[in-house]
């Protein structure tokens, strides 16, 4: 997983991969059949042990807003892991989508739309809840709110510190007001 997530699918050899995980090739080929389902076999784990915390908060008692921030908070937080890479495996698999099997790529697509519907169903409950104005729209919300965490990863894994991902969480939760309000823009 660390090594797909350190340097993307293409540019991951199999004896980089084979190092890691201290099998020789026919052995990593006997348990996993291809690389591409290694791959997949790592996204999956990814979401387990490193993305289900994040996304878990929407589905608690959290007030929708604390859950967001939380959601952008995490991202600002994992750029301070000197122990394992920046930004989030799934948003920065899909960077180059020509590089990936056609398979692997449609799951990511996949899971990034599932991750923006979980986000706009959390959207709606704290509608139906009065957590958000009946003007809100959960979708453009929810939207706006996975561009916001996209963008967060990629400057987490350019380097961005800690610090300045957190001014953009912020920055970004400043919008919160008018999106849950229904607000929109005359221009």
Not at 58 to 86: F, N, Y
Not at 125 to 130: D, F, K, N, T, V
Request: charged share 25%; glycine share 10%.
């Amino acid at each position: 997983m660390e090594v797909f997530w350190a340097k993307g699918y293409s540019d991951t050899s199999m004896a980089e991969l084979t190092a890691a995980m201290g099998v020789n090739a026919p052995s990593l080929y006997a348990a996993f059949g291809s690389k591409e389902q290694l791959f997949r076999e790592a996204i999956a784990f990814y979401q387990q042990t490193e993305g289900g915390e994040v996304w878990d908060r929407l589905d608690g008692p959290t007030p929708a807003r604390e859950a967001i921030e939380g959601l952008l908070l995490a991202v600002a937080d994992s750029a301070a892991c000197s122990d394992r890479p920046s930004g989030c495996l799934v948003v920065l698999s899909g960077a180059y989508p020509d590089s990936l099997p056609k398979g692997a790529c449609a799951e990511l697509t996949d899971l990034r739309r599932r991750t923006r519907d979980r986000l706009e169903q959390r959207l709606r409950r704290a509608r139906a809840e009065g957590e958000i104005g009946e003007a809100a729209d959960p979708a453009e919300i929810a939207a706006f709110y996975s561009t916001v965490h996209q963008g967060m990863t990629f400057r987490a894994r350019d380097g961005a510190a800690p610090e300045e991902l957190r001014g953009t969480a912020q920055a970004a939760m400043l919008a919160w007001e008018g999106l849950a309000r229904g607000a929109r823009s005359s221009a």
